[in-house]
Structure formats: structure tokens, C-alpha cells
């Protein structure tokens, strides 16, 4: 009783457990944003994330601007503990409009809604590789069960579950006729707040999320004004939710650290310990890197919200996005699949 006492306690700070919004779109608001997160693990550690919205704080978008007017898009596949195919996308406004059971961004569709007692997504996508003149196609899909149990608190940063323990696939067709296929399982969330992050008062937050054999585990810890808080989240195969409140969430060792930001190499979960690493993306103010418990696999990543506003930093992440206005002379460099990137960068510049 404890323990659920403190999490309800918490429930009006930072990040804010809540139930999923009836639709999926852009917020009101300066500064506000939302986005729809999947990922997928199988069974080697390999994967992929898909992340799709508006106004990703990543991106630094105008803090006095409407998320409606900052739509964006962010696909990568995971092998080998490295990136072998990156694409950071931001559309054009008019590109985007709402379509069946979810989002149109350009060519590409995504959808993702909850029938019944089931959550499902397909997302269809058609990528331009810079440096290319024919670009990948993807189809992203999961199905798993709805969650439930959210607990209901208010706040300007709300979280919300989707659908875990579910079964992901993802297809990726390369220019050439190579391929990347991937199986395993997905996990899907939304977040979205009316405020931007930076006015959220979180200095550092670290989220995981761990595929047990049966079960998923999801773990987060915010610092910054106030009390720390911290989150244990168990989901059934059922889509049943349990909350915990975290303590220290004690740690040793350090991944990352190549632009100044790092992350443990070892976490302690309640009576469980997780091994971070590798660094799958790496920068001064976000952290991504696989995840390995005694009996289970996933994802994870720490952030630094202050960092995003490094002049230095805010010159380097334009590098890798793709934008209909002037991207960058080095794009084809860090994005598009890993392989051929230096052969498209000589191609990019001369066009």
C-alpha cells in the first residue's frame, strides 16, 4: 500500500502516467508536442524504433510555435549493436493530414489504433535516401494487447502505454534488391504535453523497457525540480499494468560519453539487474542503447533536456535530417542505409 501511496503521490510532477488520448494528433499550446513511439526486439538484441509526431524536442523546435507546424518522422533499424539504417525526416505542414485510423506524413502512412481488447499498427513507409534516386520502402506492424490500468494523473507531460508484449515485424526493401527483416517483440507508446520540455523541469530522465518471456517490464526515473521520481511498470500478457514507485535505481560503470553525456552500464530495478550497451546512438544530450536482464531484451535511453540547446549541438543534428528546404551537403553521411554512404555522398554533391 506503501508503494502505491508513493506513486499516486507523485502523479502531479514532470512525466505523468495517464491513459492514452482518444486520438492521436497534434496539441495546443506554445511549444507543446506529441509523438507515438514503437520498438522491436528479437530475439539476437537487434531491432528497430519508429518514433511519429509533432514537435519532437529533439528537433529544437520554436518554443513559441504550434506542434502542428513541426510534423516529423524517425525510423531506425538496430543490428549488430549498430545503426544500419538511420532516417530523421520533417515534413512540410501541408504534407500532413489525418487518414483511416491514423496519420498521413507525405508517402507515408501510419496507423495505429486500439479494436477492442487488441492495439494494433501498420505503418507503410516510402523513405527518400539522399544521394539515391530510388529510396527504401518499410512496413512496420504490431499487434498486441491493450493496456489497461492507467493510473489518472494530471500534469503537463503525460505518458501513456499503449500496447506491450506484443508481436512486431518489420520489413525494410533497399534500392538493389537487398533486404533487412526483423521479428520479435513490440512495445508502443505516446507522449505528449502542452508545454515544451524545457519548461517541464527535468534535468536528466533514463526509460527502459525490458521484453521478459512472459511479460514486458518498463522502468523510468526523472531528476530535476522537487523529488526524483521514478516508475516500475509490469505488463501482463493480458495488458493488465502494475506501478511501482522506484527508488535510487542504483548504478556502476558508464556507456556513451563520446559527446559528454553517459548513462550506467549497470542498473538495479527492485531485485533486478540490468546490463546498458551498446550505445546504439550517441550524442550530448540523448542516449540509446540496448538493454539485457537475466531473462529478457530491449531498449532504453537517457536524456538531458538542457543539452538540446547547445549551439554546437543544434549545428550537428540538421546533418542527418532530412527537410524539404536545403538539407544538409553531408545528409547521404548519416542517414539512408550504413553501407553505401560515402558512394552517395560523392553522388549528393555531385548532382
Known sequence: MQSIYMVHRMCNK?????????????????????????????????????IWGWALPFLAPDPAGAASGAPNLNFIAYRGGI?????????????????????????????????????????????PIAGQSEG????????GPAAFGHLHGTGPHRWSI???????????RLPGGASLSFRGRGYHDENESDRPLSALGIDEWTWGRIAEPR??????????????????VGVAESGALTF?????????????????HHAPA?????????????????SSFYLRFSL?????LGWGESVRPAAIESWWMRRLVPLCVTTPRAPSFLLPMFSGPRTNRVQRTLAWWMR
Open 14 to 50: 514532470m512525466l505523468i502516467p495517464s491513459p492514452p488520448r482518444p486520438h492521436h494528433g497534434p496539441p495546443a499550446g506554445a511549444g507543446a508536442f506529441a509523438w507515438r513511439y514503437l520498438d522491436l526486439v528479437d530475439p539476437a538484441g537487434d531491432g528497430v524504433v519508429l
Open 83 to 127: 545503426a544500419v539504417f538511420y532516417h530523421l525526416q520533417v515534413f512540410d505542414p501541408s504534407e500532413v493530414r489525418p487518414e483511416g485510423a491514423g496519420w498521413r506524413f507525405g508517402p507515408n502512412l501510419l496507423q495505429s489504433e486500439c479494436i477492442g481488447d487488441r492495439w494494433r499498427v501498420r505503418a507503410d513507409l516510402d523513405l
Open 136 to 143: 527504401a520502402k518499410a512496413l512496420v506492424t504490431l499487434d
Open 162 to 172: 499503449l500496447s506491450a508484449v506484443a508481436d512486431a515485424t518489420a520489413e525494410i
Open 215 to 232: 511479460r514486458d517490464l518498463v522502468h523510468y526515473r526523472c531528476t530535476g525540480s522537487g523529488e526524483p521520481v521514478g516508475l516500475h
Open 244 to 260: 511501482e514507485a522506484l527508488g535510487a535505481m542504483p548504478g556502476t560503470g558508464r556507456i556513451g560519453g563520446t559527446w559528454g
Open 266 to 282: 549497470t542498473i538495479e530495478v527492485h531485485d533486478q539487474l540490468i546490463q546498458a550497451g551498446p550505445v546504439v546512438d550517441d
Open 292 to 296: 539485457r536482464s537475466a531473462t529478457g
